[in-house]
């Protein structure tokens, strides 16, 4: 018997399979450990696409530097003490602002703000981005979408971004251009930006072609954005690589070593998924968590079962996607209010889990009531070795296994049988 600890909150759940079932345990490759200000005074010497980044800022001038909100784990509070001990003699603390990109999220609470960012409260001009309060429209993309950001990036003299590259399910990756629009932008840029989701080109670790990263890049182009910090995270949790630079080459090397360590291959389908999200903060809701579940659903025969394990103690996290999910009573049923109303952002949600829906029997073990899981077609779970029994009865003695401890940020690599085709 094979018992594995998986991220669940702060805490952990434990997980028993039998070693003959067990087809493998999916996580990124091991990284070499680096020394968390050696790296960066690595990657600020040896910035990607631009020169010295140092020597960009001048008296007088007012910088914005963007970070991520509470629902991502860049170490804000590390980095931008780092990022300031490099420009503070070109640059006082009231020329700076930082500027939380929280997109569409709800505002990070107090203690995620101390969390996130600590004594740097106390000491610059802290933000919170509104993408329905005071934003101006820079320029239009390729597709014709109005560029709208916040009002003080728009303003800004140097623009800067801190964040972290992994896979996004649409997007691509996280990262780089991704501070800007969503973190900055307007909800009508948001929306019709995220409404090309549709396009089939729109997919995890999908980058040049994908419409979606596309329009992200014209967005940070447009903002002038000066250059990036952003930091990859190995299978641990820890940062292995920092990149600095172009918002476009630096992210470009990035996510090259992401791939390296995240996209692992499998040499069959499973059963039974059992994956985590990753705890706090990527299991902080449903709407988060998801990440997760769409990564399994690449790992999971036709027919298959799925068990997601994540806290989701704020809730579903997304009052569209509720709404959506509410006013079925089939999962089949969302295509039509898709059909319907058109793209809504959060409703987009509800369409994809209803397409994992079509191939899987899937089980929640959260934090959430059991009817609200069932609400959601979901089969609500309190022991992952019951669903583990449940799925051996479906499947029969011979079921095999594949368990993701960090699902959200491991992208399986699946051959294709023949009339089953990869998501």
């Not at 709800?106 to 969390?115: D, G, K, V």
């Amino acid at each position: 018997m094979v018992r594995m600890a998986l991220p669940y909150g702060d805490k952990a759940v434990e997980v028993d399979v039998p070693e003959a079932e067990l087809i493998d345990v999916l996580e990124g490759r091991d990284a070499p450990a680096v020394d968390f200000e050696a790296e960066f005074d690595r990657a600020w010497r040896n910035p990607i696409g631009i020169s010295d980044p140092s020597v960009r800022f001048k008296p007088g001038e007012k910088v914005v530097v963007v970070v991520t909100d509470h629902t991502r784990s860049t170490p804000t509070k590390r980095l931008f003490p780092l990022l300031w001990e490099r420009i503070r003699s070109r640059v006082r603390p009231e020329d700076v602002t930082i500027l939380v990109g929280k997109g569409t999220h709800r505002s990070p609470t107090e203690a995620e703000l101390e969390r996130m960012l600590g004594d740097l409260r106390q000491e610059f001009r802290v933000a919170l981005h509104d993408c329905d309060g005071d934003v101006v429209e820079i320029g239009r993309s390729a597709r014709g979408t109005p560029i709208l950001v916040n009002r003080l990036v728009a303003e800004a003299d140097r623009v800067v971004t801190i964040g972290h590259i992994a896979m996004h399910y649409y997007a691509g990756y996280s990262g780089g251009r991704k501070n800007i629009l969503p973190g900055v932008a307007g909800r009508r840029t948001i929306e019709q930006n995220h409404a090309q989701l549709t396009d089939p080109r729109c997919e995890g670790c999908v980058h040049d072609t994908n419409p979606i990263s596309e329009e992200m890049v014209e967005a940070a182009r447009l903002a002038r954005v000066e250059f990036i910090v952003d930091v990859v995270f190995d299978k641990k949790g820890r940062v292995a690589r920092i990149v600095v630079g172009d918002a476009e080459a630096a992210h470009a090397a990035g996510r090259a070593f992401w791939d390296s360590l995240f996209q692992v291959r499998v040499g069959e389908r499973a059963d039974l998924v059992v994956v985590s999200a990753g705890g706090h903060p990527k299991d902080i809701d449903l709407y988060q968590a998801y990440k997760a579940l769409y990564n399994a659903a690449k790992a999971v025969k036709d027919g298959g079962t799925i068990l997601l394990v994540a806290a989701c103690p704020d809730g579903v996290g997304n009052e569209v996607f509720t709404d959506w999910v509410m006013r079925c009573r089939r999962p089949d049923e969302v295509f039509d209010v898709l059909r319907k109303e058109g793209f809504r952002l959060g409703g987009h949600k509800a369409v994809y889990l209803a397409k994992d829906l079509r191939r899987a029997e899937i089980h929640l073990l959260s934090s959430l009531k059991d009817d609200l899981v069932r609400r959601f077609f979901l089969h609500p779970a309190s022991d992952p070795n019951a669903v583990v029994a449940r799925a051996r009865e479906r499947h029969g003695r011979d079921l095999r296994v594949l368990v993701m401890p960090h699902g959200g940020e491991t992208v399986p690599v699946v051959p294709t049988p023949v009339g089953q085709a990869v998501r």
